[in-house]
């Protein structure tokens, strides 16, 4: 996924990582710093991105439950106490409900419901470190052109990793499903965040590090099925004025940056396809020993 900083985004996917769940993984994002090392605030390092995730189920619902003919999926996204430069508490607050009502969203069309009636399947994300919206020393003494981001942006990025990292360990816990699905993320930004530097013109990039852009204008999220061309979850943020520089109108902008989410998703999938061929090639090597 390519970043305003001519770098590529580092990205580590690993599944089968919890032996006592059905499925499970762990992604790890690393953001490469669009800011020279001189200019950085105290060569801090970029905000990353690292989650796990397991899968329980399918398993029979309590009897009191009514009928259902499909699966019940039920999704819960919780921030470790330490997973962002503000201590986070132990209880969700609307934040993590809002994301677990996104990745929901996203993933309720891809599994395979009627495959087990009366039954359900319980998702659970862990966020160990997320993306900040804005740089973390702007609110004491840092200039007032630092860079800016409307509330949230940085929240879209950690949905994007939610649904990968789920998606990885839904077909790690053998699910149906009718393809798999990833998360993809694209911003409209304006000038950097490198003082003394010449702004740039509005461009759209791809899964961008909100922290570092002076001007976010909008930004999206999607959930993309390749195979089906079909999107599953779409949310935007921000505004859409007038951008000569990408788009004739409004309405293509929009499109514009949609299909840039999804370009960012397509590149997320070839690394969650890979990820899941090595660790079917070592569970196939594994059953080979043992017979």
């Not at 950085?40 to 390092?45: G, I, P, T, V």
């Not at 069309?109 to 020393?137: A, F, M, Q």
């Not at 409209?188 to 530097?197: L, M, Q």
């Not at 514009?256 to 999938?269: E, H, I, K, N, P």
Request: charged share 20%; with cysteine.
């Amino acid at each position: 996924m390519k970043q305003i900083c001519g770098e590529y985004v580092n990205n580590f996917l690993k599944t089968g990582l919890t032996p006592s769940a059905s499925g499970s993984a762990y992604l790890e994002i690393e953001q490469p710093s669009a800011l020279p090392k001189k200019d950085a605030l105290f060569n801090l390092s970029p905000s990353s991105l690292k989650l796990t995730c397991t899968v329980h189920g399918p398993r029979p619902l309590p009897r009191s439950t009514p009928f259902a003919s499909n699966t019940l999926l039920f999704t819960h996204v919780k921030f470790a106490p330490f997973a962002s430069r503000g201590r986070r508490g132990y209880l969700r607050d609307n934040s993590e409900r809002d994301l677990a009502v996104h990745l929901e969203t996203a993933l309720r069309g891809v599994i395979v419901g009627d495959r087990w009636p009366k039954s359900g399947v319980e998702i659970i994300v862990t966020i160990l470190e997320g993306k900040e919206d804005y740089w973390w020393h702007r609110n004491s003494n840092c200039p007032d052109d630092a860079p800016q981001a409307p509330a949230a942006s940085g929240m879209m990025s950690i949905l994007s990793g939610c649904i990968n990292v789920a998606s990885a360990a839904i077909v790690d816990a053998g699910l149906d499903c009718v393809d798999i699905v990833a998360g993809g993320v694209a911003a409209i930004v304006g000038k950097t965040s490198v003082p003394g530097e010449n702004g740039h013109d509005l461009q759209i990039i791809l899964d961008p590090n909100f922290s570092e852009h002076r001007e976010v204008l909008a930004s999206c999220v999607v959930g993309y099925l390749q195979s089906r061309d079909e999107i599953t979850e779409l949310w935007m943020n921000g505004g859409m004025p007038s951008l000569p520089e990408i788009s004739s109108d409004d309405q293509n902008g929009i499109i514009l940056l949609m299909d840039s989410a999804v370009q960012a998703a397509v590149a997320a999938r070839q690394v969650l396809v890979e990820a899941i061929k090595e660790s079917t090639e070592h569970r196939l090597a594994q059953l080979k020993i043992m017979s």
